[in-house]
């Protein structure tokens, strides 16, 4: 495949993710970031953000999710006849918006990538498509730009609301959790009397501290996250009460009327064995 690609923001995580996939996919690569400079000697820099994308058939934007709107409306006008505008954001709403206004002479795509820069291969993994403009010209460019991916179609709006649980619940609980393992001055100790869920919570936990504190605040601050986290307070605060309470059997209809709920979509033994395969893999 012959093709030029800018990516903005290559030297973050998943800017230099990409940059290497595209490269091995065979395309030149151009890349552009306001931190450091760039190392990867197949990487030709742009020596601005307009310089970068002038003639390039795609442009991907590796930005974060507060900056992605801004550069768009400064990046489309000045891009070539023809060429791909792609973005990668965790929140689609107000992106998406500014992606409709792109001039007719650009194709805008919006996806949002379900797994991280330390991702070896891309086959079987989800990849997100917004529909902007023209669905099927968009969703026909992605497919050839991740050919052994998984696509899930979805509007920008329920996007939203479901990366409010997908990843702003989990890295609501998960931070919090964070910083209780902070201030245990036995950590050691801890460690050494757990058990098999404590292992796994912790290895998922550690694992979203490598992200940036930036990247995990855009998460958490998705406008959608607020009734799920008020959701979760509500009911951390009512358990708490009616043990401290002895109501031990509104504890257990409340455990039970889970349990009922998500089996009907989920064999939770299958489940079970699958944390203990995790372990054994963990503990080789």
């Given at each position: 495949?012959?093709?030029?690609?800018?990516?903005?923001?290559?030297?973050?995580?998943?800017?230099?993710?990409?940059?290497?996939?595209?490269?091995?996919?065979?395309?030149?690569?151009?890349?552009?970031?306001?931190?450091?400079?760039?190392?990867?000697?197949?990487?030709?820099?742009?020596?601005?953000?307009?310089?970068?994308?002038?003639?390039?058939?795609?442009?991907?934007?590796?930005?974060?999710?507060?900056?992605?709107?801004?550069?768009?409306?400064?990046?489309?006008?000045?891009?070539?006849?023809?060429?791909?505008?792609?973005?990668?954001?965790?929140?689609?709403?107000?992106?998406?918006?500014?992606?409709?206004?792109?001039?007719?002479?650009?194709?805008?795509?919006c996806i949002h990538p379900m797994f991280g820069p330390g991702t070896k291969k891309i086959d079987g993994k989800n990849i997100i498509i917004i529909p902007i403009k023209d669905v099927k010209k968009e969703l026909d460019t992605t497919k050839l730009l991740f050919?052994?991916?998984?696509?899930?179609?979805?509007?920008?709006?329920?996007?939203?609301?479901?990366?409010?649980?997908?990843?702003?619940?989990?890295?609501?609980?998960?931070?919090?959790?964070?910083?209780?393992?902070?201030?245990?001055?036995?950590?050691?100790?801890?460690?050494?009397?757990?058990?098999?869920?404590?292992?796994?919570?912790?290895?998922?936990?550690?694992?979203?501290?490598?992200?940036?504190?930036?990247?995990?605040?855009?998460?958490?601050?998705?406008?959608?996250?607020?009734?799920?986290?008020?959701?979760?307070?509500?009911?951390?605060?009512?358990?708490?009460?009616?043990?401290?309470?002895?109501k031990s059997e509104e504890i257990i209809d409340y455990i039970k009327s889970s349990q009922k709920r998500i089996s009907k979509n989920t064999d939770l033994d299958k489940s079970y064995k699958k944390l203990s395969s995790m372990i054994k893999i963990i503990e080789?």
């Amino acid at each position: 495949m012959d093709k030029k690609i800018a990516i903005i923001g290559v030297n973050g995580k998943m800017g230099k993710w990409f940059a290497n996939y595209f490269y091995k996919m065979g395309f030149e690569v151009v890349g552009f970031d306001t931190n450091e400079e760039i190392k990867e000697k197949f990487i030709t820099k742009g020596n601005s953000l307009i310089g970068a994308i002038l003639k390039t058939d795609y442009v991907l934007l590796c930005t974060p999710t507060k900056n992605t709107p801004e550069i768009i409306r400064l990046i489309a006008k000045e891009m070539k006849h023809g060429s791909y505008l792609i973005e990668i954001s965790s929140q689609k709403s107000k992106t998406a918006q500014t992606l409709i206004k792109t001039p007719a002479k650009v194709s805008p795509i919006c996806i949002h990538p379900m797994f991280g820069p330390g991702t070896k291969k891309i086959d079987g993994k989800n990849i997100i498509i917004i529909p902007i403009k023209d669905v099927k010209k968009e969703l026909d460019t992605t497919k050839l730009l991740f050919p052994k991916a998984n696509f899930v179609t979805i509007d920008a709006t329920e996007h939203d609301k479901k990366i409010a649980v997908i990843l702003g619940l989990t890295h609501l609980v998960n931070i919090a959790f964070a910083n209780i393992l902070a201030k245990d001055e036995k950590i050691s100790l801890t460690e050494k009397m757990s058990g098999t869920t404590f292992k796994i919570q912790k290895i998922v936990t550690e694992s979203i501290l490598t992200e940036s504190p930036e990247l995990i605040e855009t998460i958490i601050s998705n406008p959608e996250m607020r009734k799920y986290g008020e959701e979760l307070w509500k009911d951390i605060g009512k358990l708490l009460t009616d043990s401290q309470e002895g109501k031990s059997e509104e504890i257990i209809d409340y455990i039970k009327s889970s349990q009922k709920r998500i089996s009907k979509n989920t064999d939770l033994d299958k489940s079970y064995k699958k944390l203990s395969s995790m372990i054994k893999i963990i503990e080789k």
